[in-house]
Structure formats: C-alpha cells, structure tokens
C-alpha cells in the first residue's frame, strides 16, 4: 500500500511560482511502476487534471500535461525521494485550487486524466493566487 502526502502549497501573486512536491510512503515509486498524477479542485467543480508523470517499466518518464498548464508546470521524478514534485510558474488566479496527487500501478496510460482510475489519494495542498 502506498501513502501520499502533499506539500508546498501556499499563497503567491499571479506571475509568481510555487513548488509542490507529492512524497509517497510504503511502496518505491519507481520500484513498483506507479503513474503519479496531479488534480485540482475548485468547490463547485470537478477535479480536473493537471499533469501525470509514468514510473512504470517500458514508459518511464512519460509525461502528460492539461493544456491550460502546458509550458507553465512541469512534474518530474525525484527517485531519491520517493517523490514527484509538481513545479509551477507564471501562476494565474485560475491556477488556484485544491492540489492533490494520486497514484495507480496499474490503470492504462490511455486512461492517464481520469481520476477515477487511481487508487491511491493525498489529502491535498492549497494554493492560492491573488491577482
């Protein structure tokens, strides 16, 4: 079972950038070939994607970005630490959300945006952009 813990959210002004980093506890990422995502939140909204980042053998590395994001945000993989930090610059007001990361083994990178596929959910960061 792996457990998913976000951090480095925070308030910023539009233009400015934030690093947000998901930490995964009790299985390897990397070692057990999970997709780690990141969704966002806005109340009365759906969860939308955000970016999503591949581990899994044969698609290591593999990366999709939301449009909206594309060129702004940037998720890697940090090995060392078991993590997949989410680096965000050039923030908007629209960028403020709920900021939660997921993980699966084992869902099909066909279904990479659907956060119904995954099973594994952080409890969130907040971020917050002022105009």
């Known amino acids: 079972q792996v457990r998913l813990i976000e951090t480095g959210g925070g308030s910023v002004q539009a233009g400015g950038s934030l690093s947000l980093s998901c930490t995964a506890s009790?299985?390897?990422?990397?070692?057990?070939?999970?997709?780690v995502a990141w969704f966002r939140r806005v109340p009365g909204k759906e969860r939308e994607f955000v970016a999503a980042i591949s581990n899994r053998y044969g698609s290591e590395g593999y990366i999709e970005y939301a449009e909206i994001v594309k060129g702004r945000f940037t998720i890697s993989r940090d090995n060392a630490k078991n993590a997949a930090p989410l680096q965000m610059s050039n923030l908007k007001p629209e960028d403020a959300a709920l900021y939660s990361c997921?993980?699966?083994?084992?869902?099909?990178?066909?279904?990479?945006?659907?956060?119904?596929?995954?099973?594994?959910w952080g409890q969130g960061t907040q971020v917050t952009v002022s105009p």
């Open positions: 997921a993980a699966d083994r084992l869902l099909d990178l066909e279904s990479i945006r659907d956060p119904s596929k995954y099973t594994h």
């Open positions: 009790g299985r390897n990422l990397r070692e057990y070939g999970y997709i």
